[in-house]
């Protein structure tokens, strides 16, 4: 595996982060051991030192030589996703067409161990994809179903047990993308995005898949359905917009979201409400559904307020993308500050969400990176490329406690401005 091989040449982020510090400090430090010792005196909200530890994880992220990802895959890995219910299992889809199930468990309890393939969707199968498989998505309430969409036409809602699919929806054009809610209880609709300018809703428990929303001019190559309200769409388009859809309403659209926030004249040669000057083919939610990123080919990242449609104005520099079709790309979650794991050439480039900060590149990839997934219970990242590798990106090792810290020093550590966290209790659910 590349995994072996690689290494990741970037330097770790130096200057003061912005929830003041306890993100630089690792667990064997005062500053840390001063928020254990705040938390069991009653004296901290236990969510600080979760934040951050988290953030320290994140910011320590480094391709892990001694976890390799076996490599199934002939040809370049489009997609992955992690199962959100213990977040174990991974799927990848390839250029291949072949779909890949992973254990990304230590069962051996060794150091350097291999997350094997649990199965596959290879070749040989009568119902794999014809064509490359652009997303695969878990079912999000239990790890029995996955999804899968590609440009041969087709999704497919596949039984984890049988390896069967349970249902196949057919389309005129190539599938670029597809999403099913992660917070849906009243709907089961999975929107789907594709040649046509029409997005596609299948219902999966009617096997419908005659509910479109009309607005965009040209293909649809991402969605994303909220994280916050279960019948709010978002979706990206090659005409430059990106559209937000409430699906209960008659006329869907609810916004199209506007770079100039409104600014620009009419009288403009260019277009009115673009999001992107150019191809926008990346969309993710934040965590908490509050903001939304876009990437499109003017290689610009965008970070947009969902509710009022606003775009914030974070300026994250340029953000090569050369990707003629859906980029996937990942937010962290529970950290402070959050951070976007974007698809950089080669690279991984790793930015704050709300300030747009370059904090690193993750370098280890032999070619154009497709895909990453975040594991947000574990702060571990895996991307996938055209080298055909998946590479797993893991906090670096904790430092030893020095011998000769005295507790004396810990409230004073505490206390040190440097390591206030401004966040209340109420903005992390636990």
């Known amino acids: 595996m590349g995994a072996g091989r690689a290494s990741n040449a970037a330097a770790h982020w130096r200057r003061p982060p912005q929830d003041g510090g306890a993100a630089q400090s690792g667990p064997g430090t005062p500053a840390m051991l001063g928020l254990v010792a705040a938390r069991q005196a009653g004296l901290d909200d236990p969510a600080r030192l979760r934040r951050a530890e988290r953030t320290r994880r994140v910011l320590s992220l480094e391709l892990n030589k001694d976890r390799d990802v076996e490599r199934i895959h002939g040809s370049g890995i489009n997609t992955l996703d992690i199962e959100p219910i213990e977040g174990r299992y991974m799927l990848s889809g390839g250029s291949d067409g072949v779909i890949v199930l992973y254990d990304l468990e230590n069962l051996s309890k060794k150091p350097s161990y291999t997350c094997k393939a649990l199965f596959s969707v290879g070749r040989s199968h009568p119902d794999v994809h014809k064509f490359s498989v652009e997303t695969v998505q878990w079912y999000p309430h239990d790890t029995g179903m996955f999804t899968s969409s590609s440009f041969d036409k087709t999704l497919k809602i596949w039984d984890t047990n049988t390896l069967q699919p349970a249902d196949i929806f057919h389309f005129e054009g190539t ?51 909220s994280p916050r309200h279960e019948y709010i769409l978002a979706t990206g388009s090659a005409d430059g917009r990106v559209k937000l859809w409430d699906v209960r309403r008659a006329s869907g659209c609810l916004s199209t979201l506007d770079q100039h926030n409104g600014e620009k004249s009419k009288s403009s040669s260019e277009a009115a409400n673009t999001a992107h000057n150019g191809r926008v083919n990346g969309i993710c939610y934040t965590n908490d559904g509050l903001h939304l990123l876009t990437i499109g080919t003017d290689d610009r990242m965008r970070l947009w307020n969902s509710s009022t449609g606003e775009n ?26 959050e951070f976007a794991f974007v698809p950089y050439g080669s690279t991984i480039a790793v930015y704050t969400v709300f300030t747009g900060e370059l904090i690193t590149m993750l370098r280890g990839h032999y070619s154009t990176v497709n895909c990453c997934v975040f594991q947000p219970h574990f702060q571990e990242l895996y991307s996938g490329s055209k080298d ?43």
């Open 312 to 337: 914030t104005l974070v300026n994250y520099g340029k953000v090569c993308n050369e990707s003629r079709k859906g980029l996937k790309f990942a937010i962290s979650c529970g950290c402070n500050p």
């Open 388 to 430: 055909c590798n998946i590479l797993a990106w893991i906090p670096a090792p904790r430092e030893p406690v020095p011998d000769d810290i005295s507790e004396k020093s810990l409230p004073q550590q505490h206390l040190n401005p440097a390591y206030e966290d401004a966040w209340s209790s109420s903005d992390d659910e636990g």
């Open 175 to 225: 599938v670029y993308s597809h999403h099913m809610s992660p917070v849906a209880t009243k709907h089961c609709l999975i929107a789907v995005g594709t040649k046509s300018p029409k997005v596609q809703l299948c219902d999966l428990k009617s096997g419908s898949s005659s509910h479109i929303l009309q607005g965009h001019r040209q293909e649809v190559l991402a969605v994303s359905w």
